[in-house]
T-cell receptor, first 115, second 111 residues
């Protein structure tokens, strides 16, 4: 009963390093999302995907890239990490568009610190 | 800018009391959702209410929606220590497949 799994759970990077966050879902959902959550704030959408092979920009896409090569996986990349990208990153998936009747299912997050 | 804004930002109550939090939004929506987040965990969906609905119940949760005032409320009745969490409202946009979250209400239920 895994749902949405994010790896890694924690990571510390130095400024300028790159890394990839992995999100995997086992619910056969079409829609997948990457959010970031900063202290005292709600979630902000970085990028999303409406199906395998598709990606689209969200509210705060700068400095991030994504790929959805397989339906069950959604990868978030940081090419050159900056301290402003220190945050908690959440992945979510859903079987319908946000205007539908189905909710989003979230992973437990990746806590990323950029020094 | 955020579509949804919760009020109050923080709430402290005794076990057994009711907790009420409000959410206001700016533009037309198809639905409004409430989520709970326990410390260090991801968000968990509580209730989805559509724009043509006025009230919805799920166990000890009651959600109302007033589209004329662009506001919603979440009531937790007979609160328990396990209800201690942050609660977020989220709204969809008329254009685009995006869910926008408010800043959340932190609820502390004291035993």
């Amino acid at each position: 009963n895994a749902g949405v799994t994010q790896t890694p759970k924690f990571r510390v990077l130095k400024t300028g390093q790159s890394m990839t966050l992995l999100c995997a879902q086992d619910m056969n959902h079409e829609y997948m999302y990457w959010y970031r959550q900063d202290p005292g704030m709600g979630l902000r959408l970085i990028h999303y995907s409406v199906g395998e092979g598709t990606t689209a920009k969200g509210e705060v896409p700068d400095g991030y890239n994504v790929s959805r090569l397989k339906k069950q996986n959604f990868l978030l990349g940081l090419e050159s990490a900056a301290p402003s990208q220190t945050s908690v990153y959440f992945c979510a998936s859903s079987s319908e568009r946000v205007s539908g009747n189905q909710p989003q299912h979230f992973g437990d997050g990746t806590r990323l610190s950029i020094l | 800018s955020q579509q949804g804004e919760e009020d109050p930002q923080a709430l402290s109550i005794q076990e057994g009391e009711n907790a009420t939090m409000n959410c206001s939004y700016k533009t037309s929506i198809n639905n409004l959702q409430w989520y709970r987040q326990n410390s260090g965990r991801g968000l968990v969906h509580l209730i989805l209410i559509r724009s043509n609905e006025r009230e919805k119940h799920s166990g000890r949760l009651r959600v109302t929606l007033d589209t004329s005032k662009k506001s919603s409320s979440l009531l937790i009745t007979a609160s328990r220590a396990a209800d201690t969490a942050s609660y977020f409202c989220a709204t969809d946009h008329a254009a685009g497949n995006k869910l926008t979250f408010g800043g959340g209400t932190r609820v502390l239920v004291k035993p």
